[in-house]
Every structure is written in structure tokens, then in C-alpha cells.
């Protein structure tokens, strides 16, 4: 069997257990859960990190080809081209995002979680790096990603990911007489990432997050 069917079952539950974290994360009550809620930007932005492997410097992103599943490249020929297009597209969410990531590990005291009216049905979880330097001689830096920025992303990354479901289909009926009763195709043949996308488009999502929440 390659080696990339096996593989990407770790990148798929990575995936799946993002999408479950930015539903719940849009819901959360900043006034009475901040400290989960950095937690759990922490903990999306770590998994995004393995699914689109980038890294930055101090003004732009550059993606890592020899890096998580693009090493499956040769295999998944159109996931490089997908993921160049996603890094150039949104740069600067992804920029803002390793950056926050960067500074929680550091300076946890100057991440902040708060919650934005934005005029539409729910308000958007936010979080930004302040630095709140005064007369230091050190340059202030400010960097900010809101939940809406991470829907963004997880909906194109939900999409490629989709079109490695149906690598694995293809692969999976052109070798059905050898594979027919394998639990494993059984199971990542019948995902569907783009659930998750009817639902970041739904009037529902902020409901169903409530729904979710723990009090």
C-alpha cells in the first residue's frame, strides 16, 4: 500500500478535531472563559501549523514543501499548487497567526481575548499580540486573527482536503478486490470536510456553538 494512504489519516483527524475547536471556539463567553479561549486559539493555531507546514520571518510566509503532507506531493499532484495558492491568498492571517502562536509560548501576559460585534449574527472571537511597550526603545508590534479569519482558511483547507478524500476513493475502487472489507477505507472514504463548510455558512453556526459549550 503507498505510503501516502496510510499517511494522511493523521492530517485527517488533525483536521476534523480543527473544525470541531474553531465551531465551539465562536461560542465561548469571553468574560467567563478567556483563559480557555487563548487555550483553545493556541491549540487551533498548533494544528494549522501541521496542516499547511509554513514557516515566517519577519515580513512574509514561505511554505515548507519538504514538510507534513506535502511530502506526499509526487502522489497528491495538484496539493502543492492548492496550498501556494491558500499561502499567498491569506498571508497575512497566516502571518498573524504563527506570530500569536510564537508570542503564547513567550509573553502569554500580552495575548488577549476579547469578543467584536461585526454587524452580523454573532460576534467574533478575537485575539491579538500587544507588546504595550512605552518608551523602551523596543518597536511595538501588534498582531491580530479573529474567528472569522480562521473560518476562512479551514474552509479552503477543508476543500483540499476533500479532493485527497477522493485521491483515496479513487485508489480505494481501482483496488476494491484487494481492499473490500478494510476497515481503514471504510472509514476515511466516507469523510466529508465540506459538512463542515454548510455549517460555517449556515445562519445555525453561532447556535450550534452555544449548543456545544459547557456551563
Request: aromatic letters at 14%.
Amino acid at each position: 500500500m503507498p505510503n501516502w494512504i496510510d499517511g494522511i489519516a493523521t492530517y485527517c483527524q488533525i483536521l476534523d478535531e480543527t473544525n470541531k475547536m474553531i465551531i465551539k471556539l465562536i461560542g465561548m463567553d469571553c468574560i467567563d472563559y478567556r483563559n480557555e479561549m487563548e487555550s483553545y486559539f493556541s491549540k487551533i493555531a498548533h494544528n494549522i501549523s501541521i496542516l499547511v507546514p509554513y514557516s515566517v520571518n519577519d515580513i512574509k510566509t514561505k511554505l515548507c514543501c519538504s514538510d507534513g503532507i506535502l511530502l506526499f506531493s509526487s502522489e497528491l499532484l495538484f496539493i502543492k499548487a492548492d496550498y501556494v495558492k491558500l499561502l499567498n491568498d491569506y498571508s497575512n492571517i497566516f502571518f498573524n497567526i504563527k506570530n500569536i502562536r510564537s508570542k503564547y509560548e513567550h509573553e502569554p501576559h500580552n495575548i488577549f481575548a476579547e469578543l467584536l460585534s461585526s454587524g452580523t449574527s454573532y460576534p467574533r472571537a478575537t485575539f491579538k499580540y500587544l507588546n504595550n511597550v512605552k518608551n523602551s526603545g523596543i518597536i511595538e508590534k501588534k498582531f491580530t486573527v479573529d474567528s472569522n479569519d480562521l473560518i476562512l482558511i479551514i474552509k479552503v483547507i477543508n476543500g483540499i482536503f476533500n479532493k485527497v478524500i477522493e485521491e483515496l476513493r479513487r485508489f480505494y475502487f481501482e483496488n476494491h478486490d484487494k481492499y473490500e472489507n478494510n476497515l481503514y477505507f471504510r472509514k476515511y472514504t466516507s469523510l466529508d470536510f465540506l459538512r463542515y463548510n454548510k455549517l460555517y455558512d449556515s445562519n445555525l453556526l453561532y447556535d450550534f456553538s452555544i449548543a456545544m459549550q459547557e456551563y
